[in-house]
Each structure stands twice: as structure tokens, then as C-alpha cells.
């Protein structure tokens, strides 16, 4: 069995190659957060988007996926086709260009082999060729660890207006996580849930590859949070609604998240919650992992102990992830010591500190269901769905529409 200490020093180690907010990879955050470096508003374009952002595959919103519609050929997609009024998609700073003659090299070999992602080869979702020439470009959406991001809307028509986040294969290779990058873009383009953001297709060049995702207008929930601090019952239940619905879907596909934290939320045009973020998912049809990954204040005991874990992880965090949204940081969190996060974590010492906040009895009730020590007594997520706190607010919902 894996101990504390190394689990702790392979942590830290992660921690280091680890996303800072606001300069972040396609993966992890760390879990000691960085003051958020401040971006364009996206308020404008939002307004611009409600009808033309990149096609919404289940245009209800009714968590039930309907017929997928994709990019998989958009110039044939609707013979005549009306021409969409000029949406707004911002100012292009060069930034792509610029950066490619600095930045990145040519990658070899099996590497080279490995990050030749193209969706048109696809076995399961082919989808039309893409290349750059393909797209007006926009506004720059932000930096992760290994590219840039920008708002971009293809030539063609429909001109649908997708987030085009670039990846440096020769960084990718020199991290080590060509495979996990692979298993990252396959995951996440064989999924259709309106709360997981969707990966329309993907292309590449000699030095990077390009995913075209859908644009979530309204962008990082991690921003929103720190604006805040914390959301209220109301608004944080529906987030858990929203969650639970898209971990049911995750794991019917054998899909574990294991990396749930605010910071890989992203937000889409009606405010709703998109997973964002696939780096540490596993497709596991066995069903048992052994392998550490994830971020500190969201690991369950199983895996800070070392042992085996399941879909159960993800259980966990959401209860990480509803304390964190009431209460504005997360539940075992120890800034001072990293060992004693752990240990808090292994004892499961969840305090409700009630002197800034009144938390009502059905959150605290639902957290407790789901930060339990043994993961076969943790609240299965249907049941997550009946929870009094969850469905009191979406009656609400329902009856104000
Ligand atoms: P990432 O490399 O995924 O961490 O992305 C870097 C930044 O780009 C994020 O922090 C977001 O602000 C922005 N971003 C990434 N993907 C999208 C998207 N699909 N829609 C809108 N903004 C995005």
C-alpha cells in the first residue's frame, strides 16, 4: 500500500507541472489557488450568442440528449442556410502566428504518430477535414499550459463560432502525456451531454494540434466563485443537479472523472454548468484504478490511502464540490500543511463552520451523505437527484418557468 508520505511527495510533484488559474493546462489546477488574472468581459458576446453560438446539441436543455447535431459537415449541413447576422467575435491579436514562430518544435516518431489527431479519421464520429484556413479568428479566450485559446467561426456556412484551443505537441511530449492527451480528446469527442462540453473535432500541424470545443459564453465558473466567494443554496443546488446528471451519464459510458473541482467547470450561454476539462479521466470498463491522480482538496480517502478505486471518486468530490460552493472553500483544506489535508481527509473531519454562513440542514445533510469514508455508503447519484436540497430548488425552478 502506497503511503501518506508518498502520496504526498507525488502530489507535490504533480502540483508543480500543475495549472495555475488563469495560465492553465488542458489538465489540473493546484489546489493552493492563485489570485485569477483578470480577462476581457464576455458579457457583450454572450448577448450575441444566444441564437448563433456553436449548434447546442440538445436545444431543450432538458439534461435529456436528443439528436446530436455536429460539425461534421457544416457547408453541406442545410442547402441555403440563412446567412446569420455578423456576430461579434472579437478582435484577433496575432496571437496564433506570433506564437508559432517562437514557440513549440517538430515532433518524431512514435510521438509524432501519437498526436496525429484528426477527426476526419475518426472511427466512431468522423468529421469533415479541418485545417486553420477554415476559420475567422477572435478574440483570445485565454492561455492554457500548452496553447492558446481563441473565439473563432468557420468560413462556411453555417458560420458556427466554436473555442479553438491549440496544443503544442513538442510541450505535450516533453510533459509526457501524449497518451493522456490522446485518451483526453478521445473521451471527450465520443460524449453528448449538455453538461459536458462538447469537442466538435480536431486537427493538427507539423508542431500543434487544434480541438475546436464548444464556446461556453459564459466562461470559467472557478471566476464566478472567487467574484463571489460562494454561490448561494439556490444556485450552488443547481450546479449539483446539473453535476449529478452529467456523472450519471459519465459513468453509464465507464467514464471516471477523478479531477471534479470548480476550476475545470466551465459555463455555457444559459448560465449551465459544462465539464470542461478531461485530462485525468480514465475509461475504465473494469472499473477498478489504482493510479494516483487528481487534485488534493478533492481526493477521497481511497486514494490518498492508495487503494483501489472506482467510480465512487467522483461521489466524493461532489460532496467537495457542494461544500465548496456554499461555503466558499473546500472542506479538508489545510493551506499551512499539506499532511494534514490528507490526514483530514482520511478522518473525514468535516466541520460545518456556521459563523459566516447558515447553512441549511438539507446541504449539510446531503455533503454528509456524500463524504463518507467507505464508498459503498456514499449516496448513489440518482438518489443525489431526489435529495430534498435538490429537488426543492428545481420545483422552484420548474414552477417559475
Ligand atoms: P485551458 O487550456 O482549457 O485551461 O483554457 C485556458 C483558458 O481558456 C480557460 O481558463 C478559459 O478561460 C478559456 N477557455 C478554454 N476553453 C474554453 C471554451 N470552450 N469556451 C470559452 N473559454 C474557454
Not at 464508498?375 to 426543492?392: A, D, M, N, S, Y
Request: one cysteine or more; a positive charge.
Amino acid at each position: 500500500m502506497t503511503s501518506v508520505g508518498s502520496v504526498t511527495r507525488q502530489i507535490a510533484a504533480m502540483e508543480i507541472s500543475n495549472k495555475k488559474p488563469g495560465t492553465s493546462t488542458g489538465a489540473s489546477g493546484s489546489s493552493l489557488r492563485q489570485p485569477l488574472m483578470k480577462q476581457p468581459s464576455q458579457t457583450n458576446v454572450t448577448k450575441l450568442l444566444t441564437k448563433f453560438a456553436a449548434p447546442n446539441p440538445f436545444p431543450n436543455s432538458t439534461n435529456k440528449p436528443t439528436n446530436p447535431s455536429s460539425l461534421r459537415n457544416p457547408v453541406s449541413s442545410k442547402p441555403g442556410h440563412a446567412t446569420q447576422p455578423s456576430i461579434d467575435i472579437g478582435n484577433y491579436d496575432g496571437g496564433l502566428e506570433i506564437e508559432n514562430e517562437k514557440r513549440g518544435e517538430r515532433v518524431y516518431g512514435e510521438a509524432a504518430e501519437e498526436l496525429a489527431l484528426d477527426s476526419s479519421t475518426s472511427r466512431r464520429y468522423p468529421t469533415r477535414e479541418w485545417s486553420l484556413h477554415d476559420f475567422d479568428m477572435g478574440r483570445p479566450l485565454g492561455k492554457g499550459k500548452f496553447g492558446r485559446v481563441y473565439m473563432v467561426r468557420t468560413k462556411a456556412e453555417p458560420k458556427y463560432i466554436v473555442a479553438l484551443k491549440t496544443l503544442y505537441k513538442s510541450e505535450i511530449v516533453q510533459s509526457k502525456v501524449e497518451k493522456q492527451i490522446r485518451r483526453e480528446i478521445e473521451i471527450q469527442q465520443n460524449l453528448r451531454h449538455p453538461n459536458i462540453l462538447r469537442l466538435y473535432g480536431y486537427f493538427h500541424d507539423e508542431k500543434r494540434i487544434f480541438l475546436m470545443l464548444e464556446f461556453a459564453a459564459k466562461g470559467e465558473l472557478y471566476k464566478q466563485l472567487s467574484k463571489l466567494h460562494r454561490f448561494s443554496e439556490r444556485r450552488s443546488s443547481r450546479y449539483i443537479d446539473q453535476m449529478a446528471d452529467a456523472l450519471i451519464y459519465l459513468h453509464s459510458k465507464h467514464v471516471i472523472h477523478r479531477d471534479i473541482k470548480p476550476e475545470n467547470l466551465l459555463l455555457g450561454i444559459n448560465g449551465e454548468l459544462k465539464i470542461g476539462d478531461f485530462g485525468w479521466s480514465v475509461h475504465a470498463p473494469g472499473n477498478r484504478r489504482m493510479t494516483l491522480c487528481g487534485t488534493l482538496d478533492y481526493l477521497p480517502p481511497e486514494m490518498v490511502e492508495g487503494k483501489e478505486h472506482n467510480e465512487k471518486v467522483d461521489y466524493w468530490a461532489l460532496g467537495v464540490l457542494t461544500y465548496e460552493f456554499v461555503c466558499g472553500f473546500p472542506p479538508f483544506e489545510d493551506r499551512d500543511s499539506v499532511n494534514n489535508t490528507y490526514r483530514r481527509i482520511a478522518r473525514v473531519d468535516l466541520k460545518f463552520q456556521d459563523k459566516d454562513v447558515r447553512l441549511s440542514e438539507e446541504v449539510k445533510d446531503l455533503i454528509t451523505r456524500l463524504l463518507r469514508y467507505d464508498p459503498q455508503k456514499r449516496l448513489p447519484l440518482t438518489e443525489v437527484q431526489k435529495h430534498p436540497w435538490i429537488v426543492k430548488y428545481r420545483q422552484k425552478r420548474d414552477s417559475a418557468q
